[in-house]
């Protein structure tokens, strides 16, 4: 910041400003802000998302031949009755 003497403002594009020295800003003038609370829904979105490829395998590249896909949906299906 000692670089840019007509710095004026300073934003950190994220929840938190650790990274910026407040300090040194305060006491040269410079506002200081951040975005909180901006990316909340887009985080819990793509952990459910993970989550659910995850459990399905859906990542895997390749689609499942239709044969194969049955056979995989008997075994769940007698987990399933094995377990009640």
Do not use: W
């Not at 499942?64 to 049955?70: C, E, G, S, V």
């Amino acid at each position: 910041m000692a670089k840019l003497p007509k710095l004026e403002f300073v934003s950190s594009f994220g929840v938190g400003y650790d990274n910026v020295d407040v300090k040194y800003a305060a006491a040269h003038g410079i506002t200081v802000t951040n975005t909180p609370d901006v990316l909340n829904e887009e985080v819990a979105d793509t952990a459910l998302g993970l989550l659910l490829c995850t459990v399905a395998a859906v990542p895997s590249g390749r689609p499942l031949h239709p044969r194969r896909q049955m056979a995989a949906a008997r075994r769940t299906i007698r987990l399933s009755q094995s377990a009640a």
